[in-house]
């Protein structure tokens, strides 16, 4: 016979497969959108000599699923592309930058851009920032080169980021033409953040990345038009088609310049946002009830758990010298049994709806907590998903662990909320 609490864990289970439906119409929890097919492809010309390109990036060389859409290209040496991207020559601006779009020029955009990014990851500077070497997947884009019948797959000839490698960061696919004559280079830039439970980088979008290499070059002596071209690729996550164009000036005006630096402080977001929890949660714990204490405690190590694996590995990133190899899986191997047994641990001296309530709402405010710190607003809706099946496994996990005398060890919530959790677990690496 089902008991009284026993239903009302069902009640909440039913609810919040509801708001799994709900979560499928939200239009802020989305996926990318769709991207053209091979037969729908469009070509834009880059440079003076009616050479054309392909502008998206895809995984293989294939016109079919492309990944991302080409969003600044470079009129220049590729020698000095390369320099300027990787270091930080040049000047700090105080008013807003101009750049042109077609034949009017715009203040205000990058501007609010600028204002609205306060605390998260890397966020967009009014400094030039020096990118640095980074790895990820292939990519390829098409070029199809004046006087050639055919055209040519290239790869991407280098990758650059800015930020936290196991936070959020900014990733620059550079492609430069195989022929040397060319004077362009085409770059895929967006903003992602790492995943611990898939091991790998989510994209969030484009323009927060192109954004910011707008404000890199934007008033600098060796650059002469930051402007924007329409390339009719608008169709990937948050891309609108207007790709970001730089032409760099001769050498001899890049004699004399400044070197500028950046700073920002470590993890503050983290530190604010706990101050003001543990401030919150102070009242309802000063009752000095052992309950309370409980309710606090599996709330609390939640947080912990999925918040310390974020921090642990922006730390070890900055401040320890070891391979991420090496990081990776300490950490993921802490999340995918921490937060369980902390669930099943601190759930044991709670009623069975308690535990379900906190265990969900736990471990759901704590992944809230950990994309606002990642200035992230979006996600992808399989990665919203995930993320809330997860958060009923954890209930499930707290509610089983509470066990009636006659009852037997581990009774049938734990278990469920144990092969939920499981196969979720797995389930996103084979995907």
Do not use: C
């Amino acid at each position: 016979m089902v008991s009284r609490t026993e239903r009302l864990v069902l009640v909440w289970l039913a609810g919040a497969l509801i708001v799994v439906a709900i979560a499928l119409s939200i239009p802020g929890v989305s996926s990318p959108l769709d991207a053209p097919s091979g037969e729908e492809r469009e070509f834009v010309e880059v440079g003076d000599d009616g050479t054309e390109i392909w502008p998206y990036v895809a995984a293989e060389p294939s016109f079919e699923n492309p990944r991302g859409s080409i969003n600044v290209v470079f009129y220049g040496d590729h020698v000095w592309v390369r320099f300027f991207l990787r270091t930080q020559v040049g000047t700090e601006f105080e008013d807003p930058p101009e750049f042109t779009v077609g034949n009017e020029t715009n203040e205000t955009e990058l501007e609010d851009e600028a204002a609205t990014n306060e605390t998260g990851g890397p966020i967009i500077n009014r400094t030039r920032v020096a990118w640095k070497d980074a790895y990820g997947a292939d990519r390829y884009t098409y070029v199809e080169f004046d006087g050639e019948e055919s055209g040519t797959w290239i790869p991407q000839s280098y990758q650059l980021h800015y930020g936290d490698y196991f936070g959020k960061q900014y990733h620059l696919r550079v492609f430069e033409p195989s022929e040397q004559r060319e004077n362009w280079t085409a770059v895929q830039a967006h903003s992602e953040h790492w995943d611990w439970f898939v091991l790998t980088h989510t994209v969030d979008g484009l323009e927060e990345a192109q954004v910011q290499v707008e404000l890199d070059f934007m008033e600098q002596p060796f650059v002469s038009e930051v402007g924007r071209e329409y390339y009719y690729n608008g169709n990937t996550y948050d891309a609108d088609g207007w790709t970001t164009v730089v032409r760099l000036t001769l050498v001899s005006s890049m004699l004399g310049l400044a070197t500028a630096s950046t700073s920002r402080r470590f993890l503050t977001a983290i530190a604010s946002v706990s101050r003001r929890f543990l401030a919150r949660m102070r009242h309802w714990a000063s009752e000095g009830t052992k309950r309370n204490h409980y309710r606090l405690a599996l709330f609390s190590a939640l947080l912990l758990v999925v918040l310390g694996v974020r921090a642990g590995g922006i730390v070890a990133e900055r401040f320890v010298p070891i391979h991420r190899f090496v990081v990776t899986p300490i950490l993921y191997s802490f999340l995918v049994v921490g937060v369980p047994l902390s669930a099943y641990t601190f759930g044991r001296r709670l009623r069975r709806t308690e535990g379900f309530l906190l265990g969900t709402v736990g471990f759901g405010t704590a992944v809230l907590l950990e994309y606002s710190y990642l200035n992230i607003a979006v996600l992808p809706i399989e990665v919203a998903l995930h993320r809330l099946v997860l958060a009923v496994a954890v209930g499930l996990l707290a509610a089983g662990a509470r066990r009636r005398h006659e009852g037997p060890r581990l009774n049938r919530y734990a278990v469920g909320g144990a092969l939920l959790w499981t196969a979720m677990v797995v389930l996103v690496q084979l995907v």
